[in-house]
């Protein structure tokens, strides 16, 4: 793997360059040979080779008989074996006859099989019972005996797209227009007839992406029906996007000829007048119509259905309806008897609503369903009564983040949840578990630890499986009584010596203070395994200040980054998250409203303070690099702060936020637009770079046009600026996953910021 990847790593004398590298200071033989050491220890630490060293890391459930007892898969030795857990017996122990099983298989002419690898990973236990399949053969075995049979697995048939549950109607999109065909008589009744292209039914926008990875034509259009369970109604929506952005990718490269290949598709564009508008539509098998829901229409933001709702058990649709500007939010239900739309909760902000927060939990059995809202300053669970709408009470108050809904026991109205930020003296991004009443009262923890929890309840609400770990503690996973929190039973620990072997060592934790002198920020550096306190280290920032979520690792999982690589060529890597970021409170997170060009503020206050307390920083010595709105971020600390950052390397980089996708960049910018849109862009501060800039952009980025890329690079022509660029055909969004760029990359800052020589391609 090291040999392959390295033989892919060309060299960067590809790059279309306008610089001049440093002069050179030792012999070329001299460098070559230490540049060589470092990217051979470098490739040792990239994210698939540290990976596959961990193992026991996680581990997946799966419930029996919706009670306690589970099995799962835990790998061991150079293979994997299945335990059984018993939480009421407090037993652990294989599932089945590991050897017994191997034996049979065997004996059926699978010659290869061992009781150490068995040639399957998911079974099934009933009784006596054991399953598995290998390949398109199913197998049954029952226990003790092992007595087993097998036979060849009868494929399911998908369903058709449009038909309904019971297999009944189907309905399809015609010349942009709904048909309601009976699959039993042949019957087709036409349900519209006003459809045209530009306001088509049912219409979705797929990412050309799936087509350029499958080497397909792409298909412009898919189709958004959703079924109700008994097979009466469907949902979707007649789509206006007459005003809609048609966008264009060239694929310079392809097999089917010498000649560039075009791709348009539809993509809603921020900032632009009007947005994919979907006016809901109800079909009635029994009536056999086709009606418009009195209901405003939902905006589509980005690829696939403008609707993102679904059919309930009490045979009604619920959806979420966000206006454009992002300052109110409704949750809508849907009566398909009456063809009554009503508002279940709606949200205001003068600011923003944030997309991802709001969660919607119903409860039938109690008349009720959950909300979460920022509408307190933090994410909090909201109690209402589902017929009338009204606001029951808060379930969750207080200086803390709801993360994750992991259970309701409606029999003792008890919620399990995961939460961050009400347990002092750690770090503030830590998930814990806790259970509370339905009222409010009795919010009980239930994983003290001041660490990482992954937890996943048992069907029958009785215990928890708690998988926890910071980012230099390796995961441990015990089993919890739900009533209390105490550890029953560890269940496992994750195996990290061979990851140990390799002189990797965890990142190191860190807390600063942002810009404004009070507000505590948290992160990481990472070292070489190598590290001499008393050596200069260069810094490099890895950014990424993305509103949306956080993005410094708080779990063991921090192989997993390229910073480990980086930091091997002779670098401290930070990794932190400043104010604009999510999950600490909207106070926090308003930081970056109208001012996403804010996000290396921060990073500029800590890593000087990290040099304070650490001789080894070189501050006169900082580069920085991200991806996606990280690269935005890139070019825009450059520019901002260019007496600083000396190097950056910015990929696939949002540069003004007109180009990019609404349903991201409208939420932080607000919509109309409004002059921050350009104080924000970096098309506007290009003008100040001093450093050394490398722009990368894949040619087939569905995600952010490559146009965001090479606007910025227009505007840096315009203001006589020298920098690199280096386009990758039939690349998209994440160039990570090129090891030409990852190569790059690192040519880039050992060569500029280091004062090393890259090794040659060979």
Not at 125 to 132: A, C, E, K, P
Not at 241 to 261: F, N
Request: charged share 25%; glycine share 6%.
């Amino acid at each position: 793997m090291l040999q392959r990847t390295l033989a892919l790593l060309f060299s960067s004398s590809l790059i279309l360059t306008a610089c001049q590298s440093l002069p050179v200071r030792e012999s070329q033989a001299e460098q070559q040979s230490d540049s060589q050491k470092l990217y051979l220890r470098a490739e040792q630490f990239l994210p698939q080779n540290l990976a596959p060293l961990v193992k026991n890391d996680k581990l997946t459930a799966n419930w029996l008989d919706g009670g306690s007892r589970f099995w799962f898969v835990q790998q061991h030795g150079h293979g994997h074996r299945f335990l059984l857990v018993d939480p009421n017996k407090n037993t652990q122990s294989a599932a089945f006859d590991h050897q017994k099983i191997a034996d049979v298989l065997r004996a059926e002419g699978l010659t290869e099989v061992s009781a150490a690898r068995l040639p399957f990973e998911q079974i099934t236990l009933s009784g006596s019972r054991l399953g598995f399949n290998i390949e398109q053969t199913q197998w049954s075995c029952t226990m003790p005996a092992y007595t087993c049979d097998h036979r060849t697995r009868v494929q399911t048939e998908e369903s058709e797209q449009g038909a309904s549950p019971d297999g009944r109607w189907q309905v399809v999109v015609e010349n942009h227009n709904l048909i309601l065909a009976n699959k039993h008589s042949g019957e087709r009744t036409v349900l519209t007839q006003d459809g045209t292209e530009k306001r088509p039914y049912a219409a979705t926008h797929p990412n050309p992406a799936r087509s350029f990875k499958a080497g397909t034509d792409y298909q412009r259009e898919g189709a958004s029906l959703t079924w109700s369970k008994d097979s009466r109604y469907l949902i979707t929506y007649q789509l206006d996007r007459s005003g809609t952005d048609l966008y264009t990718l060239v694929q310079s490269d392809h097999e089917a000829s010498l000649r560039p290949k075009t791709v348009r598709y539809y993509y809603p564009s921020a900032g632009q007048e009007t947005l994919p508008q979907a006016s809901l539509v109800l079909v009635d098998t029994d009536k056999k119509n086709a009606i418009k829901l009195d209901a405003p229409p939902v905006m589509q933001t980005y690829y696939g259905s403008a609707l993102w709702g679904w059919w309930q058990d009490n045979g009604r649709y619920v959806y979420h309806d966000r206006r454009r500007g992002n300052r109110q939010y409704f949750m809508r239900e849907v009566d398909p008897h009456t063809a009554q739309v009503r508002a279940l909760v709606e949200e205001r902000d003068d600011k923003y609503i944030d997309p991802w927060v709001q969660t919607y939990w119903a409860l039938p059995e109690l008349d009720a369903f959950i909300w979460s809202s920022q509408r307190s300053g933090y994410q909090h669970l909201y109690l209402y009564q589902a017929s009338s709408g009204e606001l029951l009470n808060p379930i969750t108050q207080g200086e803390m983040t709801i993360r994750v809904i992991r259970g309701m026991d409606t029999e003792r109205k008890q919620l399990y949840f995961e939460a961050s930020g009400r347990e002092s003296g750690r770090d503030p991004y830590f998930r814990h578990l806790y259970r509370v009443n339905l009222d409010g009262s009795d919010l009980t923890l239930l994983t003290p630890e001041p660490a990482e929890h992954d937890t996943r309840l048992s069907p029958d609400f009785n215990y928890v499986i708690d998988t926890y770990s910071t980012a230099s503690q390796a995961p441990v996973t015990v089993l919890r009584d739900s009533r209390t929190g105490k550890v029953v039973r560890e269940i496992q620990r994750a195996d990290i010596s061979a990851l140990q072997a390799t002189g990797w060592r965890p990142p190191q934790s860190f807390e600063v203070l942002a810009a404004d002198g009070k507000t505590s920020l948290y992160g990481l550096m990472y070292l070489p395994s190598n590290f001499d306190p008393n050596k200069r280290y260069p810094v490099i920032d890895d950014i990424y200040t993305g509103p949306h979520n956080f993005f410094t690792p708080k779990s063991f999982n921090t192989y997993s980054r390229q910073a480990n690589a980086l930091a091997e060529l002779g670098f401290v890597v930070i990794k932190m998250d400043g104010r604009g970021t999510n999950k600490r409170g909207r106070v926090f997170h308003e930081y970056s409203f109208k001012n996403l060009g804010g996000g290396a503020d921060d990073h500029v206050a800590a890593i000087r303070q990290l040099a304070q307390r650490h001789a080894f920083i070189d501050s006169d010595r900082v580069g920085i690099f991200g991806f996606s709105a990280g690269g935005y971020d890139t070019a825009h600390a450059l520019f901002k702060y260019p007496d600083f950052f000396k190097v950056g390397v910015a990929a696939s980089g949002n540069h003004d936020f007109r180009v990019d996708k609404a349903g991201w960049n409208e939420i932080w910018m607000g919509y109309p637009v409004t002059p921050e849109w350009d104080e924000q862009s970096n098309l506007t501060w290009a003008k100040h770079l001093q450093g050394k800039l490398l722009l990368a952009h894949g040619e087939l980025d569905t995600n952010v046009h490559p146009a965001a890329t090479m606007q910025l690079v227009s505007a840096l022509i315009k203001a006589d600026k020298q920098f690199d660029l280096m386009i990758y055909p039939n690349m998209g969004h994440v160039l990570d996953e090129h090891p030409h760029f990852v190569r790059l990359r690192w040519d880039y800052f050992l060569r500029h910021l280091k004062g090393g020589e890259p090794i040659k391609h060979r």
